[in-house]
């Protein structure tokens, strides 16, 4: 396997969740893995390390970046401001059975366990909402953004305080559409990416070593 493989399938893993924040990435361990020398793990964790996806701690190993709560926030407002602006261009075209398929998007949300899952449901539940928006760039700018916050998801056990949350946030979304009120949907989306998102990317996870 290349570098490029390697590096591709870890980035995926770091940002599903599947390697959470703060996990230890281990030459020898993932060489093994891979059924490969050492050579194009260290040149994949090279990149890894440029991305941002992973740090250099102070006995020299290299862990799963954690986002600080400024880091979170600047990204959570980011994308507040363009899956905004791409709502209000989509919400005209919002039709009850739009707003049903949101709708039982977020019924499912709430009762998955799988972080994967979740991250889909979610993905799918907001690209729902964007469905009439036209602006190619500004949906490719979107879905790259979204994933520097997959890892949002893990957080979101069953029955966890932040999953119920996420839903009643998304039904207040869906709730002032069926009431034609885009004004107020668009108010609770912002709040929904720059509040509860921003807490959960910056929430603390125990250090796996």
Known sequence: MDPKSIFSELRDEIESGELPPGSVLKQETIAERFGVSRQPVRQALDRLL??????????RSLAVAILSEQEATELCELRAILEVAAFEQSAPSLSPLILRTAERLNDELIAEYDPLRIEELDQNFHLTLYIGCKNTRLLKSITTLRQESRRATIHQTRGAQERIEFFEEHAAIISACAKQDFSAAAQHLRRHLTQTTARLLSMPTKDRS
């Not at 440029?50 to 006995?59: Q, T, Y």
């Open 50 to 59: 440029g991305s941002g996806l992973v740090v250099r701690r102070p006995d």
